[in-house]
């Protein structure tokens, strides 16, 4: 491969870990004690308003004004969901707990292709969490839904990245995220080569995913042949 596309949070970062240490913060900057509940909650609330977005159906300031506001309704909790949202923002930019390997992952592909960020999550706040995870060095583009004015798994989002490489074939690309629909879907349409990170491994891998493993550092062999 000559150009890799990475996803960050579930792919790279830990994306479970960080929210949940970022809520842990925001809980106690307000004096708030958060039921057990809370954390399915934010996951189901946040994935669903996620998904709401690689469809086009909701912006990302839209998702920012209501993630916590609907997570504070259907708890049935007390407190200021806006500021636990800016808290929450500013916290998970400073989170940066890796999924095991990944550091080594942007190293081993650094050297045998352009390594790029391709996030739905703003800019800023990927290129800091990339910079104190000590990955930024490894990475030399970040795509992100915010800049190119569309969310993966848009055709548009994915046409921008390729245009950035005009003398590399969309075959001589891969993507490697943990959403079948955002990262997989998406670039598998654009022509490009896809690695799913997921667990537990499929007993058939869909159509749109040609390699997928629970193991970053599977990846590196795959991506030398």
């Known amino acids: 491969m000559d150009v890799v596309f990475l996803d960050v949070d579930g792919t ?8 949940q240490w ?9 004096g708030l004690r958060l039921p057990d509940s809370f954390m399915p909650a934010f996951h189901r609330i946040n994935n669903a308003l996620w998904y709401a977005l690689e469809k086009g159906e909701l912006s990302l300031s839209r998702l920012h004004e209501v993630r916590f506001q609907k997570i504070f309704e259907s708890l049935h909790l007390s407190g200021d969901a806006a500021r636990f949202e800016d808290d929450f923002v500013a ?14 992952l942007v190293k081993a592909l650094s050297d045998i292709a352009v390594v790029c960020v391709a996030s739905n999550a703003p800019r800023h706040q990927q290129e800091r969490r990339m910079t104190l995870a000590g990955m930024a060095p490894y990475i030399s583009r970040y795509f992100v839904s915010e800049a190119i004015g569309a969310a993966k798994p848009s055709p548009a989002f994915f ?8 003398d590399i074939a969309p075959d001589r690309m891969c993507m490697i995220g943990d959403s079948l629909h955002a990262d997989m879907e998406g670039a598998h349409l654009a022509g490009m080569h896809t690695v799913w990170f997921t667990s537990p491994l499929p007993a058939v891998l869909p159509e749109s995913v040609d390699w997928a493993t629970d193991r970053l550092s599977d990846i590196p062999p795959l991506l030398r042949k």
Do not use: T
């Not at 790279?12 to 929210?19: V, Y």
């Not at 998970?92 to 550091?103: M, T």
């Not at 046409?159 to 005009?166: K, N, R, T």
């Open 22 to 30: 970022a809520i842990a913060q925001c809980a106690a900057h307000q």
């Open 159 to 166: 046409a921008y990245c390729q245009h950035a490489f005009p």
């Open 12 to 19: 790279l970062l830990d994306f479970h870990q960080n929210a």
């Open 91 to 104: 916290l998970l930019r400073e989170s940066c707990i890796p999924v095991e390997g990944a550091l080594s």
